[in-house]
C-alpha cells in the first residue's frame, strides 16, 4: 500500500512539473530555430521583415526577462512570419 502510494505521488508530481520544462524547452527550441534561420540566406519583404524583427526582439527580450508564454508566443509569430513568407514563394 505504501509503495502504490509513493509510486503514484512521484508520478502525480512529475506530470505537474514537466509542463513548465516544456514551456521553457519550446521557448529555447524557437529561439534556436529563428536564429539559424537569420543565419541562412533568408530574404523577407519590407512588412514582413519588420514584423519579424520585432517579434524576435520581443521573444528574446521575453526569454531574459523569464516570461516563458510571452517568449513562446512572440517566437512562434516569428516563425509563423518566416513558413509565411517560404509558402509564398513557392
Do not use: H, W
Not at 31 to 59: N, R, V, W
Not at 74 to 81: H, K, M, N, V
Request: hydrophobic share 40%; aromatic share 4%; proline share 2%.
Amino acid at each position: 500500500m505504501k509503495r502504490t502510494y509513493l509510486s503514484g505521488l512521484i508520478v502525480a508530481s512529475a506530470l505537474v512539473a514537466s509542463p513548465v520544462f516544456a514551456a521553457e524547452d519550446l521557448c529555447d527550441v524557437n529561439i534556436q530555430k529563428i536564429e539559424d534561420a537569420k543565419t541562412t540566406s533568408m530574404t523577407l519583404g519590407d512588412p514582413a521583415k519588420s514584423q519579424f524583427d520585432d517579434a524576435y526582439k520581443e521573444a528574446t527580450a521575453a526569454k531574459a526577462a523569464n516570461d516563458e508564454k510571452k517568449c513562446i508566443a512572440r517566437s512562434t509569430d516569428a516563425l509563423q512570419i518566416l513558413m509565411d513568407a517560404n509558402k509564398s514563394k513557392g
